[in-house]
């Protein structure tokens, strides 16, 4: 049987409950009930790291790296079924206006990619990092059996094995497929619980921030110290089920403390809106460069489900979102300036938007939909995919036409910049490649 994921959130302790692991009957119960029952998270100070040496703290940092020279994976996961036919507009489509008398993007507002794209307006910070070839976009994107359904199209993409028994996330796999991964190899932020696409034997992170992930219980420096001996001594000789999150819970308060206490200013001038996009990814940036043993980030954006109101290029709901995505995400590239080739960023989302606008203003669930991929290794300036057309006979049930399976997207991903065979992690990946990405050297 598959061991659970452990996921670790603010205010942690050693996840064993979210392991499913029983309490009671054995010995160690009592105390880590008196664990669990500790009060509010320790605000400022650190847990074992915390009272290292400035050179002791830098090496555990950095040893998290040791064995692994792919890229880290960041996927955001723009939940609730984005609209991609406004993000990356087909300005050059006649039925794209056709379809959309007042919520299309008009050709003179779109940001033009080529003949037939432009990108939304609110995204003009990524227009430069489409020039400079750091910034793809793959449209037509989807998945081989969508469905219009949140539930059943998110569980689908984060799991990305159609047709096998796997229950796995395909970032815990791809993470497993990595050679000794550290507490923070697989990473959710910006949130308190871990996604789909982590679910599985690896141990995981879940954290709202790295500043307030701290051990609950403790209430200064002191405290934290000796919680974090008792509790190491606590599960030394514990079964791995138990043991193996405890341990990783306890390393990753110490590395987090350790950056909290040196604090962080994003380099060169990068500014994050504020919300919480900008945060997760400025402190996604911060442990790229700290180098913690970063292999998989998760970042979850919600409020893409716009069946209303969805607005026009010039303000409104798409507008307002757009503009908050597209700031964070050049932020991000800014602030990790050369550490950004040892990264790449892809946006999904379980589905696309219908291509006709509906009565109130929106779109409904639809299936083809648009990839952002970003990063050091992106051959970028380009629109990839094949592009199926917009007309009625060209549409799927009323739909944009997925050409393009999203899994290619990825298995590019896992074999070019993070040197791994991409059909162990996805089974049954179609073998067509984008070429969208150069070889890590």
């Known amino acids: 049987m598959t061991t659970p994921t452990t996921s670790v959130s603010d205010a942690a302790t050693p996840a064993h409950a979210a392991c499913g692991c029983p309490e009671g009957g054995g010995p160690l119960a009592p105390s880590r009930r008196i664990v669990l ?6 605000g400022a100070a650190g847990a074992t790291l915390a ?3 400035p050179a002791e703290a830098l090496t555990r940092l950095t040893f998290a790296d040791a064995g692994y020279t792919g890229d ?3 996927v955001l996961s723009f939940r609730g079924g984005i609209d991609g036919l406004s993000v990356v507009a087909p300005v050059g489509d006649p039925a794209y206006y056709a379809a959309r008398p007042s919520i299309a993007v008009p050709q003179s507002r779109g940001l033009q990619l080529d003949t037939r794209f432009a990108l939304h307006p609110a995204l003009a910070p990524l227009l430069p990092l489409y020039t400079a070839k750091k910034l793809a976009v793959v449209h037509a994107v989807g998945q081989p059996n969508p469905t219009r359904s949140h539930f059943t199209d998110l569980d689908e993409m984060e799991r990305a094995a159609p047709g ?3 229950r796995t996330g395909w970032l815990d796999r791809m993470v497993g497929a990595t050679t000794t991964p550290g507490p923070f190899a697989g990473t959710a932020i910006g949130s308190s619980s871990a996604p789909r696409s982590l679910l599985g034997p690896q141990p995981d992170l879940a954290l709202r921030s790295v500043d307030s992930f701290a051990l609950s219980g403790a209430w200064d420096a002191t405290e934290t110290a000796r919680w974090t001996t008792a509790l190491r001594a606590l599960h030394a ?5 138990v043991g193996v999150p405890a341990r990783t819970t306890l390393d990753a308060l110490g590395t987090a403390a350790t950056l ?5 200013t994003p380099a060169t001038g990068a500014t994050y809106p504020s919300g919480g996009l900008g945060d997760a990814l400025r402190d996604t940036a911060r442990l790229v460069k700290a180098g913690v043993g970063l292999r998989a980030v998760t970042i979850d954006s919600g409020n893409w489900d716009m069946h209303s109101d969805l607005g026009s290029s010039t303000g409104g709901w798409m507008f307002r979102q757009l503009t908050e995505a597209g700031q964070a995400l050049a932020a991000f590239m800014t602030d990790l300036g050369t550490a950004a080739d040892r990264v790449t960023l892809v946006t999904l989302s379980e589905f696309g938007r219908r291509v006709a606008e509906n009565g109130s203003g929106g779109v409904d669930h639809g299936y083809g939909n648009v990839s952002l991929v970003l990063g050091g290794g992106v ?4 629109v990839y995919g094949s592009w199926p057309g917009l007309a009625a006979d060209q549409l799927q049930a009323g739909d944009l036409r997925a050409t393009t399976d999203y899994r290619v997207v990825l298995a590019e991903i896992l074999e070019k910049r993070c040197g791994l065979t991409a059909s162990t992690v996805l089974p049954g990946v179609p073998t067509g490649r984008l070429g969208m990405f150069a070889a890590r050297a």
């Open 37 to 42: 029952a500790g009060a509010s998270a320790l």
């Open 51 to 53: 009272l290292a040496s």
């Open 72 to 74: 880290t994976v960041v």
């Open 164 to 166: 096998s028994s796997l």
């Open 237 to 241: 000789g514990a079964p791995d089920v």
């Open 260 to 264: 909290k206490a040196a604090g962080y």
């Open 379 to 382: 051959r970028g300036g380009t």
